[in-house]
């Protein structure tokens, strides 16, 4: 008898608990988290959020996504490593809810679960590598995080080194190319979106305050992806010399020779490991280009005769390949190379004209407007009828850097500015205001700074 009244009693309790989990208290609950979230008042937050989180887990996705504020909070003010500890595996099981409450939230939360192991050191490295292959291969839309990418690529060419995984050069090649390719649609995404703001900025239409902020957002993450890019290369480089490189290839290539990915993928290798002056990268660049003539061979036998030091056929290859490109970004970097390597400061007017083509396919191109800027400073000593006339082409050369709206482009300006001339030489020139028209190459003018 006492059994059977000890059981009814926990059945109403059990009704009276369950009945006063109404939407109405998931909603009030919320609120307050919600609001409380918004104050930045996370420790407040934490018992209202908690209550929701268990009671109404479906109720909306904002129970996850202010969660992720909330223990990120928690995480950071741990006193013991212990504490972090625990507040991390409690993050890392709440964003598996959200994904099994919400399986098509879209918020990569399989990346945010191994970084969140990552940054705290929390976990191995295996269980953070397990985590980002799972999120690469069924959840690589929403792979987007630059340094998730790289902590990818990091882990795997360890574990290359060590030897201990079974895993081959060709299985690290496969590896570095399928991140690559990612980092490169990212980049296509980012910048694509950079450059409406950038055209729309250039006709003369003043940006709103979240355009802007969307701009400075865009350019940020274009200096990543391009660090995570060098960061890679340089890990791929250090393991990869051109004495293992071209054996390697070459052992495959009777075998690949009708692949024209294989061979792509070849050429670019050896291109970029400096390893195009060996005959099998010509031999590969022919063959491709035999194949499929494509922007990408017409690159390769540019680059293979650029290395002959024939540089005719390889301008020729070069704006082959510029023409047939349909993506500006390579479109860009092509022209970039012309720039660059066919004309550099030996003519500057065409090496301008070709970096402009860079930033006519894409006006993001930060990099063409900081070699821009260097090819004014190199001509200080061309231009200018007197000394300050010289120096004043930095001012040119800084507002050049300053366009391209990254890191690189910043650092160089600041540096043109030392070199320009300084307050005391404007007022002993008394020229403060004046415009300086540059009568050499470069036929443009600047405005001496008003003090």
């Known amino acids: 008898m006492k059994t059977t009244l000890s059981i009814v009693f926990a059945f109403i309790i059990g009704m009276t608990s369950s009945s ?8 009030e609950k919320l609120s307050i988290f919600n609001e409380l979230c918004k104050a930045k008042d996370f420790d407040s937050a934490y ?8 009671n109404c887990p479906t109720f909306h996705q904002a129970i996850y996504i202010r969660g992720e504020q909330i223990l990120n909070h928690r995480i950071d003010k741990a ?6 500890e625990a507040e991390v595996k409690e993050l890392v099981k709440m964003l598996g809810e959200f994904d099994t409450h919400f399986p098509d939230n879209g ?15 929390v976990g191995t490295p295996a269980e953070v590598y397990q985590l980002l292959d799972d999120a690469f291969k069924n959840d690589r839309a929403n792979f987007s995080n630059p340094k998730a990418l790289y ?11 060590a030897g201990t995984k079974g895993i081959k050069l060709q299985d690290l090649f496969a590896k570095y190319d399928m991140i690559s390719d990612k980092i490169e649609e990212e980049e296509k995404q980012v910048s694509d979106a950079l450059d409406v703001l950038l055209q729309k900025e250039e006709s003369g239409v003043e940006l709103s305050d979240k355009e802007n902020t969307s701009k400075s957002n865009h350019q940020i993450n274009l200096d990543a992806f391009q660090t995570i890019r060098t960061s890679m290369d340089n890990k791929i480089a250090q393991l990869s010399t051109c004495d293992r490189l071209i054996p390697f290839l070459g052992g495959s290539f009777e075998e690949k020779k009708g692949d024209a990915e294989w061979l792509k993928r070849a050429a670019d290798r050896l291109d970029k490991k400096g390893c195009s002056s060996d005959p099998l990268f010509s031999k ?17 036998l540019g680059v293979s005769f650029y290395t002959k030091k024939n540089t005719a056929k390889a301008l020729e290859y070069f704006n ?12 860009a970097n092509v022209y970039y190379t012309i720039a660059r390597n066919i004309y550099g400061n030996s003519n500057k007017v065409q090496a301008r004209a070709y970096a402009e083509k860079a930033l006519a396919a894409k006006p993001s191109f930060g990099e063409a407007y900081v070699f821009i800027a260097q090819l004014y400073a190199n001509s200080a000593n061309e231009c200018g009828d007197d000394p300050f006339e010289k120096r004043a082409i930095y ?12 890191a690189s482009g910043t650092a160089a300006a600041a540096s043109y500015d030392k070199l320009a001339p300084s307050k005391q030489d404007i007022f002993s020139s008394g020229r403060a205001g004046q415009t300086i028209s540059f009568k050499c190459w470069v036929g443009k003018s600047v405005a001496v700074p008003n003090l």
């Open 284 to 300: 590969i660049s022919d063959a491709l280009h035999a194949l499929n003539p494509t922007a990408e061979s017409a690159y390769n």
């Open 20 to 27: 006063a989990q109404t939407p109405a208290d998931c909603a």
């Open 47 to 54: 018992e209202p959020w908690m209550y929701t989180r268990k």
């Open 79 to 84: 006193k013991t490593p212990a504490d972090k």
């Open 395 to 406: 001012w040119l050369a800084a507002q050049t850097a300053r366009k391209a709206g990254t």
């Open 151 to 161: 902590v990818y690529f990091e882990i795997y060419v360890n574990d290359f080194e």
């Open 107 to 121: 918020r990569g939360n399989r990346i945010k679960k191994a970084m969140a192991y990552f940054e705290n050191n």
């Open 320 to 331: 082959q390949s510029a023409e047939l490109q349909k993506d500006n970004n390579k479109k």
